[in-house]
């Protein structure tokens, strides 16, 4: 069993920047595809970012190229996603996600959650 724990969540201005960490435990998540995600509020979870194992593929979704890095840092058992610029828009919950083969599947095919950081961007 994985259990993922975000943190670096809060209040922000338009503009400014928030760093989430997602913090992994119960086992060593190198060799696992790791995923952010967000969910607005009245609206579905969507795809963030990912990165696979070794950093080998980063992915951003075009709203947030630009403005978002995912990174991760294997020696700690952590993920990483940098905010800069951040918009009003891009308040919500944000949430880590592992996946044992490949981070660039479906949300539904990741295996473990965590319980998610609320991030609000106000204008």
């Known amino acids: 069993q994985v259990q993922l724990a975000e943190s670096g969540g809060g209040l922000v201005q338009a503009g400014g920047s928030l760093r989430l960490s997602c913090a992994a435990s119960g086992r060593n998540t190198s060799s696992y595809g790791m995923g952010w995600f967000r969910q607005a509020p009245g609206k579905d979870r969507e795809l963030v970012a990912t990165?696979?194992?070794?950093?080998?593929?980063?992915f951003v979704e075009n709203s947030m190229k630009g403005r978002f890095t995912i990174s991760r840092d294997d020696a700690k058992n952590a993920v990483y996603l940098q905010m800069n610029d951040l918009k009003p828009e891009d308040t919500g919950i944000y949430f880590c996600?592992?996946?044992?083969?490949?981070?660039?599947?479906?949300?539904?095919?990741?295996?473990?959650w965590g319980q998610g950081t609320q991030v609000t961007v106000s204008s």
């Open positions: 996600a592992a996946n044992h083969l490949f981070a660039s599947l479906p949300q539904g095919e990741y295996d473990y």
């Open positions: 990165i696979e194992v070794r950093s080998r593929v980063r």
